[in-house]
């Protein structure tokens, strides 16, 4: 049964009884629900989560401003303030794993550790160019000589599915997302880090964590899981579990 957190603006489904240990944060257009299987298999062994909806996504309302994980994670800090009895473990993939850096990071006292599946958290290198078409009509638009729907059009025609599935203010939060850097918050991360990549990823590649590990000063990990993509907490929910039980000792 889903509850309201925080502000009574952001929902999330609670598992288990007694105080909060664990807190979910689901990737980009995906929903709590995405935990629901490492969440009970914690529950059975007594340790209480709650799985978040983050703000624009499942049955928790739009945001009211647009940013990247540093809103975010401004947005959910109320809601982990109220659940937190003792220090969590905040386990985060993809757009939720920026999130839970990011808390890390600016939030010290509430996190006793993190874990992260599938998480973009330093930029991916790409040698590949935009379009020459886009690069035409952008160069035009920026000089006035195109109008703002031909400019929409050809990021309609040439953007990601994201970016197209978008729209209204979580467009603008797509486009802080891509433009924010992270990588300072995770030079400033003390609580332990478990990272858990799939092997197949091909979204945020192994690369991704391997050079993020590089830049964390923190005790951390780095476990590939074979045979797992990006979406690993639904295709192998048992892997999170298993790191969550080693941060909590």
Same mark, same amino acid.
């Given at each position: 049964?889903?509850?309201?957190? &925080? %502000?009574?603006?952001? !929902?999330?489904?609670?598992?288990?009884?007694?105080?909060?240990?664990?807190? $979910? @944060?689901?990737? $980009?257009?995906?929903?709590?629900?995405d935990f629901a299987d490492s969440a009970r298999e914690l529950s059975d062994q007594g340790i209480s989560s709650v799985a978040l909806d983050l =703000?624009? !996504?499942g049955s928790s309302p739009l945001p009211t401003v647009a940013g990247g994980a540093g809103i975010y994670a401004q947005l959910i800090t109320p809601a982990l303030v109220e659940l937190?009895?003792?220090?969590?473990?905040?386990?985060?993939?993809?757009? &939720?794993?920026?999130?839970?850096?990011? +808390?890390?990071?600016?939030?010290?006292?509430?996190?006793?550790?993190?874990?992260?599946? &599938?998480? =973009?958290?330093?930029?991916?290198?790409?040698?590949?160019?935009?379009p020459l078409r886009y690069? +035409?009509?952008?160069?035009?638009?920026?000089?006035? @000589?195109?109008?703002?729907?031909?400019?929409? %059009?050809?990021?309609?025609? !040439?953007?990601?599915? %994201?970016?197209?599935?978008?729209?209204? +203010?979580?467009?603008d939060v797509l486009v802080a997302t891509v433009n924010e850097s992270i990588e300072p918050e995770l030079g400033l991360v003390r609580a332990p880090v478990s990272m858990v990549w799939g092997r197949s990823d091909r979204e945020?590649?192994?690369? +991704?964590?391997?050079?993020?590990?590089?830049?964390l000063s923190c005790p951390h990990t780095l476990r590939v899981v074979e045979g797992a993509g990006h979406l690993l907490p639904?295709?192998?929910p048992h892997e999170l579990v298993t790191s969550v039980m080693a941060l909590l000792g």
């Open positions: 049964m889903l509850r309201a957190y &925080g %502000d009574g603006n952001l !929902f999330g489904e609670p598992y288990g009884e007694g105080p909060v240990r664990v807190v $979910w @944060l689901h990737g $980009w257009a995906r929903r709590g629900q =703000p624009g !996504f937190a009895q003792e220090p969590l473990v905040l386990v985060g993939h993809s757009f &939720g794993g920026r999130i839970a850096t990011v +808390i890390a990071a600016t939030n010290p006292e509430l996190v006793r550790g993190v874990v992260l599946t &599938g998480a =973009p958290l330093v930029r991916q290198a790409s040698s590949a160019k935009s690069r +035409i009509v952008r160069a035009l638009h920026q000089k006035g @000589l195109l109008s703002d729907k031909r400019m929409e %059009d050809a990021r309609q025609h !040439f953007g990601s599915a %994201d970016y197209r599935n978008a729209h209204g +203010i979580m467009r945020v590649p192994l690369e +991704i964590a391997q050079r993020a590990g590089a830049l639904t295709e192998t």
